[in-house]
């Protein structure tokens, strides 16, 4: 409920704590750190918000009335639970600012935040972070629940809540095994027969999924074929290409060790733009601060 209007400004009380203690407005003033008008103009704002004569002034100092000895003692109480909030306050922030929590979608956390927290713990060693690898939804609801500090996410539309910023771009591969039929096709394949090929595939409201669904329907393709299978694993899904399951599309990332090994083969795909942009989110309206804002502009700087 709102305070009544006879409760003051902490730091008036504050300041006639001093006055009681060092016997003058000057040198409470200084102590202040203000000049000795303003902080006589001050307490006679406090006399006049309390009804109350607080204190008696003469040429030699300035002492506190009766009323105002008393006032004082009520406010060094006040005064003091101040002072508690404010350290309790400061220790909770110390506290966040030594641990970070970063969502991140599966591309992020596996190909490039681990470059990128190196680069943070030079900075801050005694950081603890904790890493949270999850499909895009899910980073956002976990930064909208308030249970992480900051998001990277590779979807192609920003869920609803949260503010943005651009920190990589990736493409997209088609892959398959090298004894899959499309490994031997000389020129590519098309978008419909992507879209018509039951793949290998994340789970739905992976930024992976929905980016090669986008990218499909942009080229007019609206049907697509049930996944044969839907793993959450990147791992798991090479692996699965590799044993023949059916053709795949991942990060260009989260393939190359296997194009160059050949363990699994790339098939272009005419007419087909999948590149995608990978983003740094939180939620919106709030400013980045601490280990967050530190870990967003090296991001930014690796992009």
Do not use: C
Not at 106 to 124: F, G, K
């Amino acid at each position: 409920m709102p305070l009544p209007p006879q409760v003051t400004d902490l730091s008036s009380l504050d300041l006639l704590l001093s006055v009681a203690r060092l016997g003058s407005i000057g040198q409470a003033a200084a102590e202040h750190r203000i000049s000795q008008p303003a902080a006589s103009a001050r307490l006679r704002h406090l006399e006049r918000r309390l009804g109350l004569t607080l204190l008696h002034r003469t040429p030699r100092g300035s002492a506190l009335t009766p009323t105002g000895a008393l006032i004082a003692d009520w406010a060094r109480t006040v005064v003091d639970a101040a002072d508690s909030f404010a350290a309790a306050v400061q220790a909770l922030r110390v506290t966040k600012e030594s641990r970070l929590t970063v969502a991140a979608s599966q591309t992020v956390a596996e190909y490039l935040l681990p470059a990128w927290l190196v680069a943070l713990r030079v900075r801050q060693p005694d950081l603890a972070v904790t890493l949270q690898a999850a499909n895009s939804a899910d980073v956002a609801a976990r930064l909208l629940a308030d249970r992480a500090d900051l998001g990277f996410v590779e979807g192609p539309d920003l869920p609803g809540g949260l503010d943005a910023d651009t920190v990589a771009t990736d493409r997209l591969t088609v892959v398959v095994a090298p004894s899959h039929r499309w490994a031997r096709r000389r020129r590519g394949i098309t978008p419909a027969e992507l879209a018509a090929a039951p793949l290998v595939a994340r789970e739905a409201g992976s930024g992976t999924r929905r980016a090669l669904e986008s990218a499909l329907r942009e080229q007019g393709v609206g049907e697509f074929a049930a996944p044969v299978l839907e793993l959450s694993s990147t791992t798991a899904i090479k692996h699965a290409v590799g044993a023949g399951s059916g053709p795949t599309v991942l990060s260009s990332l989260a393939v190359s060790t296997e194009l160059a090994a050949g363990a699994l083969v790339a098939v272009p795909v005419d007419g087909l733009d999948l590149r995608r942009r990978l983003r740094a989110v939180w939620p919106a309206g709030r400013q980045l601060t601490g280990p967050a804002r530190d870990l967003h502009a090296i991001a930014r700087r690796h992009r």
